[in-house]
């Protein structure tokens, strides 16, 4: 393979802020060949907007990657349904939006991209459009054909990974069985060690209930699902440890002791990791077969156009994406 990477990157909700933030980071060089997978009149128009200057280059997959200089962007064109207002959602483009998910998930799949980078995506707008869609992870892990795959946002210092994703809260217990808990293990397992050089990764997983379910007299889903599960990992030799109680887990002198905090929802877990690290942390799908890393953030409509956007989060997940394609 290339020495220089490919890396495909999503600039997601058209109104939103990722295309204002793919522009951001073209103003820089990157260490990889960037390529967006947008309209070219979108980011021409948002560009000139933000006041950035861009020069777009369509890439030729045929030809060896080359790494673009600064104000550069390869792009391959995908086109908009409807024209764009910044700030406001149109169900016309949600079509536009999975189309660029879906060339990125073939490209993947066929080896063209070394990794996919995504912005972020309004999942309302585009349900609203007709397409049953809950976030990219749930679309990668389904498009690759892989039933379990896990969410884990990632700082320097902290990684929260989840045991059931964008769910409701009301199925979210159902969710949980041996079986699926014990996949979600043995995929952080593998992933710290093949991708993050942890050779057997401290895993500390949280419980379901208050208390971690209070001896079974606050729930049962401790007793009867997620302590077999772990005692299993730890009689087989896995540094994985629990269940505990979500509410002091995260306790900074307790987190020194782990490496990857397993949630067991959304909400157990990503408040937690985005008070500490909100606008820096990156998203990573484990389990793909495939790299894929995304933001820690939302469309943030209110910000789009403004050059109010931070892009510190999709730097962070350009550069894990680079160093995970490196080491692959
Ligand atoms: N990776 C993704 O695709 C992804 C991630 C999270 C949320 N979402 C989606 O985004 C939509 C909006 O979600 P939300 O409003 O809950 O969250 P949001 O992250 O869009 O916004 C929350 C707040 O953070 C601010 N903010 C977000 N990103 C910022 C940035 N880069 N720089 C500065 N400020 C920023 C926003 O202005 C807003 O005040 C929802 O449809 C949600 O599902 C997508
Ligand atoms: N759960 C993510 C978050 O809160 O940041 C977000 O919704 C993105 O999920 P996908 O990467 O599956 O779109």
């Not at 560009?47 to 104000?71: F, R, T, W």
């Not at 700082?155 to 041996?178: C, F, W, Y």
């Not at 509410?247 to 307790?254: E, R, S, V, Y």
């Amino acid at each position: 393979m290339s020495e220089i990477k490919r890396i495909a990157i999503t600039p997601g909700e058209p109104a939103g802020i990722g295309p204002d933030l793919v522009l951001t980071l073209a103003q820089h060089k990157h260490q990889a060949q960037i390529i967006a997978l947008a309209d070219p009149v979108l980011l021409a128009e948002r560009a000139d907007l933000l006041g950035l200057s861009i020069k777009m280059i369509e890439v030729d997959l045929s030809a060896p990657p080359k790494i673009a200089e600064s104000g550069e962007l390869y792009v391959m064109p995908h086109h908009l349904k409807v024209p764009v207002t910044a700030g406001q959602l149109d169900k016309l483009n949600s079509r536009y939006v999975l189309e660029t998910l879906q060339t990125a998930l073939e490209g993947c799949l066929s080896h063209e991209f070394d990794a996919v980078v995504t912005a972020p995506v309004h999942k309302g707008i585009i349900n609203d459009a007709g397409a049953a869609f809950t976030g990219h992870t749930e679309f990668f892990a389904d498009g690759a054909g892989v039933k379990k795959v896990v969410m884990m946002l990632a700082t320097e210092s902290l990684k929260v990974a989840l045991a059931t994703t964008h769910l409701p809260l009301r199925e979210v217990a159902d969710a949980i069985n041996r079986d699926e808990l014990s996949q979600v293990i043995e995929i952080i397992n593998q992933s710290m060690r093949q991708h993050f050089g942890l050779v057997n990764p401290r895993i500390a997983v949280c419980g379901l209930n208050p208390h971690a379910g209070e001896d079974g007299h606050l729930g049962r889903e401790e007793v009867d699902i997620i302590q077999p599960v772990i005692d299993a990992y730890i009689k087989a030799g896995y540094a994985v440890s629990g269940a505990w109680p979500a509410d002091t887990i995260f306790n900074q002198d307790k987190l020194l002791n782990y490496d990857v905090v397993l949630a067991m929802f959304h909400d157990q877990g990503l408040p937690v990791l985005k008070h500490h690290g909100f606008g820096k942390a990156v998203n990573v799908t484990l389990g793909l077969p495939f790299i894929r890393t995304s933001v820690d953030h939302g469309t943030a409509l209110d910000l789009a156009a403004s050059g109010q956007a931070n892009p510190s989060s999709l730097y962070a997940a350009l550069s894990m994406a680079i160093a995970m394609a490196n080491t692959h």
